[in-house]
């Protein structure tokens, strides 16, 4: 069987597939034969092939599927544009090339929403970078010098929390000029921690959606300017996760790309923390899905079994939790469950359809695979055994979101909020390194 690759989108290397009727490589340019038993990845780093198990051969050892590619997916090529690397038409300044958006001296920025789309999506970065504020300050005031002293972390790291709250302060004010008088207000919130480590892991998890979710819709903005300004916000997060997985004695940043996750991925795991809003604060459009409790994830604050003091904080720990293969169990709510700020949101999905697979969002994939013992609350699956460019880079590492799905629609990042009218219950975080 004979398949092409995704030349047209521009996307390369994505991942393996484990169904023998998935496209399973993007390239530059031309064609591959791909068979049921033979699925090779070509790495670009040294052009070694990698295989996978495909589902039909093996369901109970599948590593992985990038989903069902439709057909006239991917479309014909339509881009005129001739990528030779030389200039097709006049520059409109010195040293500048023709095109791009908002280049012209006649492109005054308005720093505003532009359509609904924008200011709920801004509303909920506002959101997230209120209860960071709330967090960092939070866990300074709950916690004594001994007790972070305990945990290993200095006054100079706590100095640093102290500032990434001042951080958060200037954030949200730059939102809330963007939104103008009706900006949703801060709330009060309620946390899952009692120990300082604790505290610094679900920083860790928080900075993580937040992060992600932002990168999910920004490319979207119909408001250029605005996304600019919440660019160049939500870099100064990603550094702030990174430096919580130091504090917590995790490898800094174990991907070569970060991911971005819809705007219902990112509220679902942040509603619960909001214990109740002002009166006049805004709804939120965004859906709530069912909670998906993972019963056996690991636990980045201990180690084997026991207190952290193998990896207390460090620049970084060469350091793995999970490993491809692992079975991955999990409980998940049915919809209909109050949560949010005042309980005043609902869970829900728009499927009716029982979950057939765990979806993972990580680094340019949805990676999907199937799951097994399927009950009316219980499942359980395997962690993906998936690279991405090279057999260095690992498709699942990190801090990593897992969904349960209705089906394995094959979505790249650009439109990966289509996969949200199948998602059964999630997502939550699978802590793989």
Wanted: proline fraction near 9%.
């Amino acid at each position: 069987m004979k398949l092409p690759y995704l030349s047209a989108l521009g996307l390369f290397a994505l991942t393996v597939s484990a169904h023998s009727e998935y496209v399973v490589a993007f390239s530059a340019g031309g064609e591959s034969t791909i068979t049921a038993s033979n699925i090779p990845l070509n790495s670009v780093a040294d052009g070694i092939p990698q295989y996978a198990t495909t589902t039909e051969s093996d369901p109970e050892k599948a590593t992985g599927s990038p989903g069902r590619i439709p057909k006239g997916n991917p479309p014909e090529p339509v881009n005129v544009y001739p990528n030779t690397g030389n200039l097709t038409r006049p520059e409109p300044m010195p040293y500048m090339p023709a095109g791009g958006i908002n280049t012209s001296p006649d492109d005054i920025p308005v720093y505003q929403a532009f359509s609904d789309f924008d200011w709920q999506s801004l509303s909920l970065a506002l959101h997230q970078e209120w209860i960071e504020l709330d967090l960092f300050q939070e866990g300074l005031r709950r916690f004594t010098v001994e007790e972070f002293e305990a945990a290993n972390l200095t006054a100079d790291d706590r100095s640093l929390i102290e500032f990434m709250a001042q951080q958060e302060v200037g954030h949200a004010t730059m939102i809330t000029n963007i939104l103008g008088p009706n900006a949703p207000r801060q709330c009060e919130y309620q946390y899952p921690f009692q120990t300082v480590s604790e505290f610094i892991d679900f920083c860790q998890k928080l900075t993580r959606w937040g992060e992600s979710g932002v990168y999910g819709f920004l490319p979207h903005l119909d408001s250029r300017a605005a996304a600019q300004l919440l660019l160049q916000s939500i870099t100064t997060e990603a550094r702030q996760q990174m430096i919580f997985r130091q504090f917590e004695g995790l490898f800094p940043m174990p991907v070569w790309f970060e991911v971005g996750v819809p705007q219902s991925f990112a509220w679902t795991l942040l509603a619960p923390y909001i214990k109740s809003c002002p009166a006049g604060n805004p709804r939120l459009p965004w859906q709530n899905f069912p909670t998906l409790h993972i019963l056996n994830n690991y636990n980045a604050i201990q180690a084997n079994g026991s207190a952290n003091a193998s990896y207390p904080p460090a620049i970084t720990h060469n350091r793995q939790l999970s490993h491809p293969g692992d079975e991955v169990h999990f409980f998940f709510e049915p919809p209909g469950q109050a949560v949010g700020p005042n309980m005043s949101y609902v869970t829900s999905t728009i499927t009716e359809e029982s979950p057939k697979w765990a979806a993972w969002f990580n680094q340019l994939n949805i990676t999907y695979t199937p799951l097994y013992n399927v009950s009316e609350n219980e499942a359980y699956t395997r962690q993906p055994n998936l690279t991405l460019y090279s057999e260095l880079n690992q498709i699942v590492n990190g801090t990593v979101f897992v969904a349960l799905t209705d089906t394995d629609l094959y979505l790249t990042p650009h439109n990966v909020s289509l996969v949200l009218p199948h998602v059964v219950a999630g997502p939550n975080l699978w802590q793989a390194g």
